[in-house]
């Protein structure tokens, strides 16, 4: 994805309640992908990743689905937590390129 | 052990200054960059080293001098900031970059303020 405005989307939930976090990618040669959770003040953190080869994987409470034909990734939490609560970013790898091209990022708010 | 560390935390400077950023890990990682963050925005590359040679430098002004003395260290110098470069400056590093991509781990970054 390309970063565009000042506005970060928010998502908010529920606790408890499954989150559901979108992105959308541009180029077709990109064959890596990643899923970074950012906290206020911290540096992003690593959650999961997922390779052009695959259309879903799982973590723990996490899961990845990248659609190619429509290039599109997703993030899916289960039973969010009020420690969820954070900025969420995708990235994604074009072959042979060095550069991981950063979404714009999804404000999740989780509500007690 | 998947951590990146960065010092200082909080650097404030003025125009005149001139400081630098350290940054280490010992995962064994090859791969280390230097990015700036801006707020609600995300990370946007700077540098890419690899096997601790300058591999990408994406136009950034030459006030910002990156530095990798060893493949755990990476430093950034900086000398006559503007305002406008303050920011959140990332370090990251991976264990390779290009066509065998592995995850990218990123440090906690130092909040930069130039006066």
């Known amino acids: 994805g390309e970063s565009v405005g000042l506005h970060l989307p928010t998502l908010s939930v529920q606790e408890g309640d499954n989150s559901i976090i979108n992105c959308a990618y541009s180029?077709?040669?990109?064959?890596?992908f990643i899923w970074y959770k950012q906290e206020s003040g911290k540096g992003p953190q690593f959650i999961i990743d997922i390779r052009s080869n695959m259309d879903k994987r799982q973590g723990q409470r996490v899961t990845v689905l990248l659609n190619k034909t429509v290039k599109h990734l997703s993030l899916q939490i289960a039973a969010t937590q009020p420690g969820d609560s954070a900025v969420y970013f995708c990235?994604?790898?074009?072959?042979?390129?060095?550069?991981?091209?950063f979404g714009t990022g999804t404000r999740l708010k989780v509500l007690a | 052990d998947t951590e990146v560390t960065q010092t200082p935390k909080h650097l404030v400077m003025g125009m005149t200054n001139k400081k630098s950023l350290k940054c280490e890990q010992h995962?064994?990682?090859?791969?280390m960059y230097w990015y700036k963050q801006k707020a609600k925005k995300p990370p946007e590359l700077m540098f890419v080293?690899?096997?601790?040679?300058?591999?990408i430098n994406e136009s950034v002004p030459s006030r910002f001098s990156p530095e990798c003395p060893n493949s755990s260290l990476l430093n950034l110098h900086l000398h006559a900031l503007q305002p406008e470069d303050s920011a959140l400056y990332l370090c990251?590093?991976?264990?390779?970059?290009?066509?065998?991509?592995?995850?990218?781990?990123f440090g906690p970054g130092t909040r930069l303020t130039v006066t």
């Open positions: 995962m064994g990682h090859r791969a």
């Open positions: 990235a994604d790898l074009p072959s042979g390129t060095y550069k991981y091209i």
């Open positions: 080293y690899s096997y601790e040679k300058l591999s």
């Open positions: 180029n077709s040669a990109s064959d890596y």
């Open positions: 990251a590093s991976s264990r390779s970059y290009g066509q065998d991509a592995y995850e990218q781990y």
